[in-house]
């Protein structure tokens, strides 16, 4: 199993920038963590795809955060942090990492974490 643990929410206003951080540590079983990814959930609304991070790097984003958000990675400690620059207030929304569990032998599993609140409002 993977524990996955979110920081770095908050209230900020509008055009201000924001790190959040991101960490998986296997718990309990064999195994290494595989692709990290961070989604947003907004009240009432579906959860929405933002960006993931392979381990060798490679990224990939969603539509809505291409040119503001960037991902990054410490592979070292299984770490990923979405950087968000210029922050609107319909960014406002919990923000969700997840984490793959890979196993040999066995199918990935996806791990999320809790979330973490951020707000964007002056």
């Known amino acids: 199993q993977l524990q996955v643990v979110e920081s770095g929410g908050g209230l900020v206003q509008p055009g201000s920038s924001l790190r959040l951080s991101c960490t998986a540590s296997?718990?309990?079983?064999?195994?290494?963590?595989?692709?990290m990814a961070w989604y947003r959930q907004a009240p009432g609304a579906q959860r929405e795809f933002l960006a993931a991070?392979?381990?060798?790097?490679?990224?990939s984003y969603g539509d809505s955060v291409k040119g503001r958000f960037s991902i990054s990675s410490d592979s070292a400690h299984n770490t990923i942090f979405l950087q968000m620059d210029a922050l609107k207030p319909e960014d406002t929304a919990v923000y969700l990492c997840?984490?793959?569990?890979?196993?040999?032998?066995?199918?990935?599993?996806?791990?999320w974490g809790q979330g973490t609140q951020v707000t964007v409002s002056s």
């Open positions: 296997v718990t309990a079983s064999r195994g290494s963590v595989g692709t």
């Open positions: 997840n984490a793959n569990h890979i196993r040999l032998g066995r199918a990935p599993s996806t791990y």
């Open positions: 991070i392979t381990k060798g790097g490679a990224t």
